[in-house]
């Protein structure tokens, strides 16, 4: 939220009352979800009443009460309740995931209508008891079963057990890891963590695949995992109910009082696979005796451990060698302590420790702590200038974010095979990439928008035949190689406010795979390449507010281009006449393009079209 309204970090801002102070008096929409208690909502919004009029702010809880006392003080407001599905709805989606849309015939039929009825038209249900039954058609029995049980309880959380409980081991775990912990998280990174762990066996894709076939999980269009707010509860009710009296023995911990009891008390044990200590600092416990790094050394078998905010000192040399997952962001830490070694560890996430100066000791030479490292997290470590000399040993690192900080890279940079993922957005103080980047042979996205001092991208470049996606949005680069084009596999380029950027090559033609370019903002480029007419899988083109003057004459060829822009393209003064041969062109932008004073006229022109923008 505090992004979209002020394009800043809250955490520069200084938190969410200066955030108010900013957007106060300003006419905005906010959308708050899934509110539990008054202060959540206090804390982002002290005084609703002193929002700009024309406001809008729609909450969502689950509490009416909590609803009612919030809207107390408000003059206009509305409260609307979720209805539940129809009888006909309701069977439609048991029938989508029970059977994928299929109508079943006899008894089944019957049964699903009784399951509909007992589900009380609630979507969740309906839709995670259809994926339990989906592969037990054959068993009417257990279809009964699953009918008796529905009926026996009101609680929801109870009826969603069922599916759960017919899961195997391995993906009753990772349910649970994701109920805890990882909401939120790409799937590719949970897999990597999943994947070294022997209990996996290398193959986590496949219990993944059952979560979601269940319905118990989704994924997003970003990649993301996924998981409905009562499955989330679910689990957690699963695990606390299953050692309520001793949380030492509970596999999972998130809650602070349990987490500060376990560590106080040393009443860790073996059991415990992911620990959080997200919200202590909130909860107003004095917690400075549990910020020893020995309150941690009983968890011989942990796996994820969340450290944000906690200034955890001592002796490291103790700690689990089956950590997989670390996070230790938002601290002053310099650089990690000596005798942390973790030979087994995936993801490590540093992000917006702002004193960090190196990741290691830079004694260590070549030696390396972290040797099956996956995924590095630096974002926001805004004093950080290098890394470290033995970074190319990290020959598994699959995901860099160096993001928002100052760091210069070195020759060894190049020696990083598996780098698929590299982010080293907002480093506005990045002079160059190493001439060894060519050799990143695995390389698919690489950001490096907002690096101002950026002038140019080596010549080297050429060399990474698997590259995707390559942002270098208002950077400075000036010129790009002349084998730009040998970048095959490129299918997003984004070098929108590239201010300084005046040519392409003539060897961009060869980007065949090329489907998105965003040229927008690029005031010195005055003209496109002539080979324009190779991006044969170009689908969508932007341009506005560039300094373009014309369009090459083979623009035509684009036979994949279906939307264009060039608004405000001011010294733009006319389209090419093979502009009419565009086939799939259903979007045409011109807006404010002052000198252009006619379209072509072609025999047939753009048959799709559908959108155009004329405005001058």
Not at 142 to 158: G, Q, R, S
Request: net charge neutral.
């Amino acid at each position: 939220m505090v992004w979209g309204l002020l394009q800043a970090d809250m955490k520069k801002i200084g938190g969410f009352e200066r955030c108010f102070e900013q957007i106060k008096n300003k006419e905005i929409f906010v959308v708050i979800d899934d509110i539990v208690e008054r202060s959540q909502f206090d804390e982002l919004i002290p005084s609703i009443n002193n929002l700009g009029g024309g406001s809008r702010v729609l909450i969502t809880s689950r509490n009416q009460n909590l609803l009612n006392n919030i809207m107390r003080d408000v003059g206009e407001k509305r409260l609307y309740f979720m209805q539940v599905l129809s009888p006909l709805d309701s069977l439609q989606l048991f029938m989508k995931t029970a059977f994928h849309n299929d109508i079943p015939s006899g008894g089944l039929y019957d049964l699903s209508c009784r399951i509909v009825d007992a589900c009380g038209g609630l979507p969740l249900a309906l839709e995670v008891i259809g994926g339990f039954l989906f592969d037990k058609k054959g068993d009417e029995g257990l279809w009964n079963e699953a009918i008796t049980t529905l009926h026996k309880n009101e609680d929801v959380l109870e009826c969603l057990k069922l599916s759960y409980k017919s899961l195997g081991e391995v993906e009753q775990i990772m349910f649970l890891d994701i109920a805890f912990f990882l909401v939120g998280v790409p799937k590719d990174m949970a897999l990597d963590f999943w994947n070294s762990d022997d209990l996996f066996d290398s193959a986590a894709a496949t219990p993944l695949c059952t979560l979601i076939d269940k319905c118990l999980l989704h994924v997003d269009e970003n990649g993301v995992l996924t998981m409905h707010d009562l499955l989330r509860d679910m689990g957690r009710d699963v695990v606390v109910k299953k050692s309520p009296r001793n949380e030492g023995e509970q596999s999972h911990l998130c809650n602070p009082s349990s987490v500060i009891k376990v560590l106080e008390q040393n009443k860790g044990t073996k059991n415990v696979r992911g620990l959080t200590t997200s919200g202590i600092q909130e909860s107003g416990n004095r917690t400075e005796a549990i910020w020893k790094a020995k309150r941690f050394a009983r968890l011989d078998e942990l796996r994820i451990l969340i450290l944000d905010h906690c200034d955890v000192k001592g002796n490291f040399s103790k700690w689990s060698r089956e950590l997989r997952w670390l996070e230790w962001r938002y601290l002053n830490l310099i650089e990690l302590p000596r005798d942390l070694r973790l030979p087994n560890l995936i993801v490590l996430d540093l992000a917006y420790n702002k004193d960090l100066h190196c990741i290691w000791p830079k004694d260590f030479g070549m030696q390396i702590p972290f040797p099956r490292l996956h995924i590095l997290n630096l974002r926001g470590c805004c004093n950080l200038r290098e890394l470290p000399i033995s970074i190319g040993g990290l020959t598994k690192l699959r995901v860099l974010n160096i993001s928002n900080s100052e760091v210069q890279l070195s020759e060894e940079f190049g020696e990083l095979q598996s780098l698929g993922d590299f982010n080293a957005s907002g480093c506005s103080t990045l002079l160059r990439l190493p001439n060894s980047f060519g050799q990143l042979r695995n390389l698919k996205t690489l950001n490096l928008s907002g690096c101002g001092q950026l002038q140019s991208l080596p010549i080297s470049m050429g060399g990474l035949m698997r590259l995707r996606v390559l942002n270098i949005s208002n950077s400075g680069v000036q010129t790009l190689p002349k084998d730009f084009g040998k970048l095959r596999s490129l299918r997003d380029f984004h070098a929108s406010g590239c201010l300084t950027l005046s040519r392409l090559p003539n060897s961009f033609g060869q980007l065949r795979n090329l489907e998105t370019l965003n040229l927008s903002g690029c005031g010195q480029l005055q003209s496109l390449p002539i080979s324009m007419g190779g991006l044969t899988n170009l689908r969508v083109l932007n341009i506005s507010y560039s300094g373009v003057q014309t369009l090459p004459e083979d623009f035509g060829k684009l036979q994949s281009l279906g939307e264009c822009n060039a608004s405000g393209c001011s010294n733009l003064s006319r389209l090419p006449n093979s502009f009419g041969q565009l086939p799939k062109l259903e979007i045409l932008n011109v807006n404010g393009c002052v000198q252009l004073q006619s379209l072509p006229i072609s025999k047939g022109g753009p048959t799709k079209l559908r959108v155009l923008k004329l405005l001058w």
